[in-house]
């Protein structure tokens, strides 16, 4: 019986006859899914051109019967980016076989692509009712409610599919819908149990680092950092997160070094010129700090926070036309930060222009809720001006700032500040006030910038502020408020 | 034969020879192979302790499959196939001695199996069962009870929900126009309906005994969702297990008498495993992803995916590990060095590189001139340790492993990235830089003080020019309430004739605007127009009107001026609006 083999050959090109009508003979049918395999390991192998032709030919024989090869043509057509017409050929593939649920996940996942988000949840939800059990299903429609802002649906959804299966994508899609509903606890929660299914999975590390870095939960935030960079060192989110972390704790070298990994992987990234800046800063190397914030600036233009720690430096540098600049920049973009106003109004009373100061610090006084230093500052310009009640008023504002946050926090007060305020306080003839009682210790890291003439410095350093948005984009901010206050 | 003459310019590429591990025994850029893994087998075919390369090889372009075989550099045999080869394996049959192994290639619906390279035997699957209502409605047809048409509707009816998919016959039938369906049918309906399914991949599976010779099952697994294992003797089905996806790649461990496991990793991107015992898959892995290649490694499954990246199950679907390639993986397969009890995964890349890896080590890398589609490992002639690969082109490389090379885990993967040790690319200052920050730390008031009078005045002219053009109507959009207009010109040509191109648009919502008028002012010496004056039809709210005119420049000595052009409505003297268009240089003149 092994002996037909020879004359198999003739017998495949049969199908092209098949057409004509008066034969006497039936012809056989070719096979419809003889090629599906072959069409399935190009596509794995992203051999999309062998499979383009696989597909022609094996459409042409079966006169474009054979769903498989329609439904990789239009995963292809997917791929190079025209997804309309992938659609038409998986709604053709739908006509094909109404019972498959990969088919209709496919014209759903299409219609996902195309932003069509209502008509997608709708032909998954037609999917689920072929196929119940399917973790992707459940997983993308609670994407789909995610667009359509139905939330608590996409919750219901996402909790499905970890029913159903763990991902550490559907992980990924709820820990975002807690952060978009400003649930940080909640979303840590479920970074934490994704961790623990997926422990070497660095986005999830990485971004429970940065959520513990939000909250202000150090230890952790750097923990799960290190985890990060442990099984990916050149995770740079991971990187620039930690250096951050670094800058705030003076290690300024050691930041360096880390970043030089960033600049190689992406060079081109707003926040870690930035940060390299402010690293420099942080060593007092001011021209290296403005080239580099100057290029953390041309790549980010619209970005605050670089104009603010260039008007900060500019400041240091006595540079007060160049820090009015960035600092008025940067109030542009954001009106509603009342350090900004404090700069500039610090920037003005040095170019001369008392009144536009006060109105800066007017502003900034008002603004502000929580930072004693505006109002020291701003009562050194109203007693350098000879308004002495203002001033008074002024710094008894500051004391009640200072006693809450002495109350809230550990806090430590720069030294400089605490002088000043003595002094003005002396001056004030409020006498030596009680406010001060924390022992000030460590007074060796704090940078103070050299002052000529009349003008004395002094800096607050708070708690780094790290991004507050839940994207990714890391974005340290070593913010560090100069003021400088003008002595009698 | 031909593929024997390649060049043996080796010796050429002594590059690290000395220090690698591998000898390069064998590169023909021309060999003409274009095969995937599952279709090369190593195997002693004749008996003889010479071990021979089985191909089953597509053809380039997949138009001409053949199977060839190889012996050492040089092709021993080759010979038409009736289909492309699926997959080939190799295994012993019977007990009897000698005891040479089988060949099987399968190929469409049939398994191949040749003995000495002699045809011997043809497996063909069996016939699937059709649908029994499509069966009826044919038998039907075949005694003409009943019309092309309601043929047709109770077809489509069983498409739209049956389990049981059509068969071919029905499915062309229901493509037809109503013109064809008769003849279709007379043609046809004599026939029994039929449906028959592919086999997708082959392997095999020992049948009771573990040793390395004993006798062993094929496990055929089909475009139906079927896995099938044969009897190696009487070719009959000894187990059917269905799955719930296409599968494309089997691994197999155990003895098919006493207990084994399966994975068969699918289309729908899951994997699912088997044991002896249950009829349904017992774990699945889901892997969101498309597996390009399944190899068991011990007792890890190691599994890579499109997304260019290793990852290692247990037997129960729990992932252990992951590693992320640089390039996408092409093809897998296993590396087992008996003399070291090493056992590791051979990946191909598309950046033409080959990686193995044990478990997460790298344990080395092999480079190649072109991207590697297909490897197998093992003993080639009379050589323990070889390395077979073809590449895309069509390529055929055989490297032998040292009798001495070791691999050893962590080839440099550990320590700071070597990014760390770059220096910062910071941008420099220059000297004038510094200059000016000196001058501004001297001057900064006085900077400041000029610098914001200059943008007062600047704010002011503006405000100025702003107020003018609007008491004027110089500005090109009108902004009159009764008149919304917007205009613009285009200049075209390179003279001296030239076209000018005015395109007007009523930005009113639903309010045509009739009786307006066009005017240009110009110099007349230097141009000349048909019309400088005329009427501009009902302009229709949202639509651009363009309007055009010739203008012909006079002047011979290169110069040129502006043409302003003023909208007028019927009645009154102020412009609605106007437009300056300054008017190229003539550059035909200039030429002539």
């Not at chain 1, 003005?348 to 929580?370: G, S």
Request: glycine share 6%.
């Amino acid at each position: 019986m092994a002996e037909q083999r020879l004359a198999m050959r003739t017998q495949f090109p049969a199908s092209a006859e098949s057409l004509k009508p008066r034969l006497k003979k039936a012809p056989e049918f070719p096979i419809l899914e003889k090629q599906n395999w072959l069409i399935h390991l190009h596509y794995i192998r992203k051999d999309y051109e062998a499979c383009k032709d696989v597909i022609k030919e094996q459409l042409q024989e079966t006169q474009g019967l054979c769903e498989y090869a329609i439904y990789v043509q239009a995963l292809i057509f997917r791929l190079e980016g025209n997804i309309q017409e992938s659609l038409e050929l998986f709604q053709t593939c739908a006509v094909l076989s109404p019972q498959s649920a990969d088919n209709l996940k496919q014209v759903a996942r299409s219609l996902f692509l195309l932003g069509k988000h209502k008509a997608a949840t709708e032909v998954y939800n037609e999917a689920a009712k072929l196929n119940q059990k399917d973790w992707e299903i459940c997983h993308n429609l609670g994407v789909c409610y995610i667009y359509l802002k139905q939330l608590d649906k996409a919750q219901d959804q996402l909790h499905n599919a970890l029913h159903l299966n763990r991902h550490d994508l559907t992980y990924i899609m709820l820990g975002k819908i807690h952060l978009l509903e400003g649930d940080l606890d909640k979303a840590i929660e479920i970074y934490k149990k994704a961790v623990e299914f997926s422990p070497e999975n660095t986005e999830l590390l990485t971004t429970l680092g940065l959520l513990y870095l939000q909250l202000g939960i150090y230890q952790k935030a750097f923990e799960h950092l290190g985890n990060a960079l442990t099984y990916d060192p050149t995770n740079y989110k991971a990187i620039l997160a930690a250096g951050s972390m670094m800058q705030t704790h003076g290690d300024f070298d050691v930041a360096l070094t880390k970043y030089r990994i960033v600049a190689c992987a992406v060079p081109e990234s707003p926040p870690l010129w930035n940060n390299i800046g402010m690293c420099f800063f942080g060593k007092k190397k001011y021209v290296a700090a403005i080239s580099c914030l100057k290029r953390a600036n041309y790549l980010a233009p619209f970005d605050w926070k670089i104009l603010y720690n260039l008007g900060l430096v500019h400041l240091t540098m006595q540079q007060y036309a160049s820090a009015f600049h960035f600092l008025s920049a940067a109030i542009n973009f954001q009106p509603k930060m009342g350090e900004l106003y404090m700069l500039l109004a610090v920037a003005l009373t040095n170019l001369e222009d008392t009144e536009n100061a006060r109105r800066a610090y007017t502003e900034a006084v008002r603004l502000d809720k929580c930072n004693p230093l505006v109002n020291l500052n701003y009562a050194v310009l109203l007693y350098n001006q000879g308004e002495e009640r203002g001033a008074l008023a002024q710094y008894q504002e500051m004391e009640k700032k200072v006693n809450l946050l002495k109350d809230s926090s550990s806090l430590e007060f720069d030294p400089e500040m605490v002088e000043m305020a003595q002094k003005l306080g002396a001056a004030l003839q409020v006498g030596e006030a009680l406010v001060w009682t924390k022992p000030v210790k460590d007074p060796k890291s704090k940078q103070r910038t050299t002052s000529t003439g009349v003008g004395g410095t002094s800096q607050l350093t708070k708690p780094a502020s790290l991004p507050l948005e839940p994207e990714p984009t890391v974005e340290a901010q070593p913010t560090e408020a100069s003021a400088q206050i003008r002595e009698k | 034969m031909a593929a024997a003459s390649s060049s043996d310019s080796d010796s050429g590429r002594a590059e690290s020879e000395a220090s690698s591990k591998w000898l390069d025994a064998h590169y023909d850029p021309m060999a003409n192979i274009h095969t995937f893994s599952a279709c090369l087998q190593l195997a002693d075919l004749h008996g003889d302790g010479e071990y021979k390369l089985v191909v089953g090889d597509l053809g380039p372009g997949g138009q001409q499959p053949r199977l060839k075989v190889l012996k050492g550099p040089t092709v021993l045999s080759e010979s038409p196939l009736p289909a492309l080869p699926a997959a080939a394996a190799t295994f012993l049959m019977e007990q009897h001695e000698p005891r040479t192994p089988a060949l099987a290639l399968a190929s469409g619906p049939c398994v191949y199996v040749y003995k000495n390279l002699r045809p011997y035997f043809k497996f063909s699957l069996p016939q699937l069962p059709p649908n029994p209502l499509e069966q009826d409605l044919w038998n039907q047809a075949k005694e003409d009870r009943i019309d092309p048409l309601t043929l047709k509707e109770m077809l489509e009816g069983i498409r739209e929900k049956a389990e049981v998919p059509l068969s071919v016959q029905s499915l062309r039938f229901l493509q037809l126009e109503l013109s064809e369906m008769e003849a279709f049918v007379n043609q046809h309906k004599s026939k029994s309906i039929r449906r028959q399914t592919v086999i997708t991949t082959m392997t095999t599976l020992k049948k009771n005994l573990a040793d390395e010779d004993a006798v062993s099952c094929l496990v055929l697994g089909t475009e139906n969702k079927e896995l099938l294992v044969l009897d190696p003797e009487a070719f009959t089905v000894l187990a059917k297990i269905s799955l719930p996806s296409v599968p494309v790649f089997l691994e197999v461990s155990g003895q098919f008498d006493v207990e084994f496991r399966l994975a068969a990793a699918c289309r729908n991107g899951n994997i699912y495993m088997l044991r002896r015992d249950s009829k349904r898959p017992k774990y699945c892995i889901e892997l969101s992803a498309q597996p390009v290649g399944l190899v068991r490694v011990h007792k890890v499954l190691v599994v890579g995916s499109n997304q260019d990246s290793l990852h290692g199950f247990t037997h129960k679907g729990k992932r252990l590990w992951a590693v992320q390639m640089p390039a996408a993986i092409l093809t897998m397969n296993l590396l087992e060095q008996r003399s070291q009890g090493l056992q590791a995964v051979m990946a191909g890349l598309a950046n033409g590189e080959v990686r193995i890896y044990r478990d997460k080590a790298l344990l080395s890398i092999v480079r190649t001139p072109d991207a590697v589609t297909s490897l197998c490992f093992g003993r080639y002639g009379r050589e323990d340790h070889t390395l077979i690969m073809t590449t895309r082109g069509g390529g055929l490389i055989i490297k032998i492993l040292k009798r001495t090379a070791v691999f050893v885990e962590g080839g440099g993967e550990a320590g700071p990235p070597p990014a760390q040790a770059m220096k910062l690319n910071m941008p420099r200052k220059t000297r004038l830089y510094v200059d000016q920050t000196l001058r501004e730390r001297e001057a900064g008031t006085a900077m400041h003080r000029t610098f914001q009078a200059d943008l007062y005045l600047l704010r002011l002219r503006a405000a100025r020019a702003y107020a003018q053009a609007l008491e004027s109507s110089l500005s090109p959009v009108s902004a009159t309430a009764r008149e919304p207009l917007k205009l613009h010109a285009v200049v075209q040509g390179l003279g001296p004739t030239f076209k000018l191109t005015l395109h007007l648009q009523n930005t009113s919502t639903a309010r045509p605007i009739l009786g307006l008028l066009v005017c240009f002012l110009y110099n007349e010496g230097l141009y000349a127009l048909p019309r400088a004056f005329f009427k501009v039809p009902l302009l229709v709210p949202g639509l651009s009107y363009p309007l055009e005119t010739f203008v012909e420049s006079l002047s011979d000595k290169g110069i040129s001026d502006i043409i302003k052009v003023l909208v007028l409505r019927e009645g009154q003297s102020a412009p609605l609006l106007s437009a300056h268009i300054n008017m190229p240089v003539s550059e035909g003149l200039a030429a002539a």
